[in-house]
């Protein structure tokens, strides 16, 4: 066999088995091209090896035999064809069992709880609680609501969905939240509350934190009486 065709057949598989395995999948989209190439190729060498062992095995018996003399007498004769099957098979059956077992959110909150960013684990919590959430902007604008779409793993595709509840602002001088719409009549009235989803680039999030609605009527109320000020914003 060539020796581009011996690294280009353990790269593919590897890749492939990447690609298909959601545990690996999303952890390969925080890798660089380099990494990616070596963790494939190194995969795909695995593969293949078991894969050679098991053409070995398959090749005492009979039909395996036939088959492989009909493969390499015929028009898919190649170096290693039976070895190169099995290992495509194995690629692709194996991801495929271990996605029933592992599945796809179970894999991305064990990447999360593994990679430090604080803005990922934060909204993954919150849509896993069924929690609310505070997201202050760069420019100081506010949505609280829900998390519909938790952020991509891929460190260019990062983006969280809301269904706002309240959006508003931060007074510029005191950064007090400062309600302004409320979604919660409209949203309730819809047949399709979805459709108000919003998407969220998280390098546009100055902060977050889980929201609470009665804890934080107890503060306002608590700065209402301190300041004499009974305009202190309320949520409903």
């Known amino acids: 066999m060539p020796s581009s065709t011996a690294v280009l057949l353990p790269l593919l598989v590897g890749y492939l088995f990447l690609s298909i395995f959601y545990f690996a999948s999303f952890r390969a989209q925080y890798l660089d091209g380099y990494r990616l190439l070596i963790e494939s190729t190194v995969v795909g060498f695995i593969i293949f090896v078991v894969a050679r062992g098991?053409?070995?095995?398959?090749?005492?018996?009979?039909?395996?035999?036939?088959?492989?003399?009909?493969?390499?007498?015929?028009?898919?004769?190649?170096?290693?064809?039976?070895?190169?099957?099995?290992?495509?098979?194995i690629a692709v059956s194996v991801p495929i069992a271990g996605n029933l077992i592992v599945g796809p959110q179970n894999a991305k909150n064990r990447l999360i709880a593994?990679?430090?960013?604080?803005?990922?684990?934060?909204?993954?919590?919150?849509?896993?609680?069924?929690?609310?959430v505070s997201v202050t902007l760069s420019n100081r604008k506010v949505y609280i609501g829900y998390v519909l779409t938790t952020p991509n793993l891929n460190p260019r595709q990062q983006f969280v969905g809301l269904l706002p509840i309240v959006s508003g602002y931060r007074d510029k001088d005191t950064l007090r939240l400062v309600p302004v719409i409320d979604y919660a009549k409209v949203i309730s009235d819809s047949l399709t509350p979805t459709d108000f989803e919003i998407t969220i680039c998280i390098d546009s999030i100055d902060s977050a934190n889980l929201f609470d609605p009665k804890a934080y009527n107890r503060f306002a109320d608590m700065a209402s009486s301190e300041s004499n000020n009974p305009t202190t914003p309320r949520l409903a």
């Open 114 to 132: 593994r990679h430090d960013n604080g803005f990922i684990r934060l909204f993954g919590r919150a849509w896993k609680d069924n929690r609310m």
């Open 54 to 89: 098991a053409a070995f095995w398959l090749h005492q018996f009979k039909y395996p035999a036939e088959a492989e003399q009909w493969i390499t007498t015929g028009s898919l004769n190649f170096p290693f064809i039976g070895s190169t099957i099995i290992a495509v098979c």
